[in-house]
């Protein structure tokens, strides 16, 4: 490895450095450094980083990988800075971070850095990030025509409804409702359907991507920390399309704090995704967050899942309170029944009744229990139409689906 005192910027042979308050911190990332690099890199401070970026020749530097703890975190100007000086020169750069909250890691993201990694260091993931640095940028591509998608023209601009769909509990059959009630509408009919999207907005454990076999890709990462310089292009780059008909922007590949999304970073990506689409589904998190208001807000209609136990009627009065609390708009929210009793189970309406005037909600969807054929489907990736089209499920979905496209139309054609 070099040392600071050994860098040459004109005939450097250095391909990679580290920069840092000191690389000793980090022996981890030395040893992954030499593994991927051998000795083809050095390391600097922040103060040295400046001046040797700035005069080096624009060729043959891959990357540095700015590595900082909690104590760095007064300096995020002079880290913003040298990342701007690195880009300025075509230098990739990786931010290796220990102990940082979510709003630095947000700011240095958006700051220009290609790349993130938590320290300690999970196993070769600097290796795969170096690989994935150094291929060209990707295009997203329809499996079944091998053709780059393309985006809508200008004069295609859409006014597309959110729908949402919110779990108030894990299991309650979000995710299904989301996954399938897209499908539905994309395949309503077979000359003019509606174009649907559906966005994986769980952005730590969202399994879009496990329900209809889509890859998670990195340009959803990169997607959601740059919405400043978003466009068609980026968008489309990190949509993937299941079986020709769906559209959907999966949860990213690693696990990323909830907060490091801001509000406006949501709402720039809905209102992409409305003006190309005619119904953007988003399936959120369980947790409420910041821009949980965000898509309330900009939704036609908030699904919210939830089943007869004593958890889900928890969290829905939790859910009411703290809505109400705010002045958020509550009538927005449509409760969803999932595995609802049988038409024939007079003791179950009874309790589903009981459930209403107790928490003061009224549930207008009741979904039947699919039973295996549900989970079988979402195993293999393939939505209740492929897989059973007869389930009593599918059937009420496709209902809920078609109901929901006649009131959309209803509406336009008043407007």
Same mark, same amino acid.
């Given at each position: ?37 051998? $000795? ?21 530097? $891959? ?23 690195? +880009? ?79 779990? &108030? ?54 997607? &959601? ?94 859910? +009411? ?5 705010? *002045? ?28 209403? $005037? ?31 089209? +007869?389930?009593?499920?599918? +059937? $009420? ?7 929901? *496209? ?10």
């Amino acid at each position: 490895m070099s040392g600071n005192d050994d860098i040459h910027v004109d005939d450097s042979p250095l391909r990679a450095c580290t920069i840092s308050r000191d690389v000793q911190n980090f022996d981890l990332l030395i040893e992954d450094m030499e593994a991927v690099m051998g $000795e083809a890199w050095g390391d600097l401070s922040f103060t040295d980083s400046m001046a040797f970026l700035e005069q080096l020749k624009p060729k043959g530097m $891959e990357f540095v990988a700015l590595a900082i703890d909690y104590e760095d975190e007064e300096d995020l100007g002079l880290l913003e800075r040298v990342i701007q000086v690195a +880009k300025s020169r075509d230098i990739k750069v990786i931010l290796i971070a220990e102990d940082v909250t979510p709003a630095s890691l947000h700011q240095l993201l958006r700051g220009g850095a290609d790349e993130f990694i938590p320290y300690p260091l999970p196993e070769n993931e600097l290796h795969n990030a170096v690989e994935r640095l150094r291929k060209p940028a990707p295009v997203a591509i329809n499996p079944a025509q091998s053709q780059p998608i393309s985006a809508p023209q200008p004069g295609e601009s859409r006014n597309g409804k959110v729908i949402a769909v919110h779990g &108030l509990a894990g299991g309650t059959g979000a995710t299904t409702l989301a996954v399938n009630l897209a499908w539905e509408l994309a395949t309503l009919s077979k000359n003019n359907a509606p174009k649907v999207c559906v966005l994986d907005l769980d952005l730590q454990f969202g399994s879009v991507s496990t329900f209809l076999d889509l890859q998670r890709r990195d340009a959803v990462f990169e997607l &959601l920390t740059d919405t400043e310089h978003m466009d068609d292009e980026s968008f489309y780059q990190a949509l993937l399309v299941h079986e020709e008909e769906l559209y959907a922007l999966t949860s990213p590949a690693d696990v990323i704090p909830l907060d490091m999304i801001r509000p406006e970073d949501i709402s720039v990506i809905l209102d992409l995704a409305k003006s190309r689409f005619d119904y953007v589904i988003v399936d959120m998190p369980t947790t409420l967050v910041q821009w949980t208001e965000t898509v309330l807000n900009a939704s036609k209609i908030y699904f919210a899942t939830l089943e007869m136990d004593m958890r889900s009627a928890q969290n829905a009065l939790r859910m +009411k309170r703290a809505l109400q609390s705010e *002045n958020l708009p509550f009538e927005k929210l449509r409760f969803v029944l999932n595995r609802a009793p049988k038409f024939t189970d007079l003791n179950g309406k009874t309790r589903v009744k009981r459930l209403e $005037e107790s928490l003061g909600i009224t549930i207008e969807v009741q979904l039947p229990d699919g039973g295996k054929p549900v989970v079988n489907g979402a195993d293999h990736g393939q939505t209740l139409a492929k897989t059973a089209p +007869k389930n009593p499920l599918r +059937k $009420e979905i496709s209902k809920l689906a078609a109901s929901l *496209n006649a009131l959309s139309q209803q509406a336009e054609t008043a407007a």
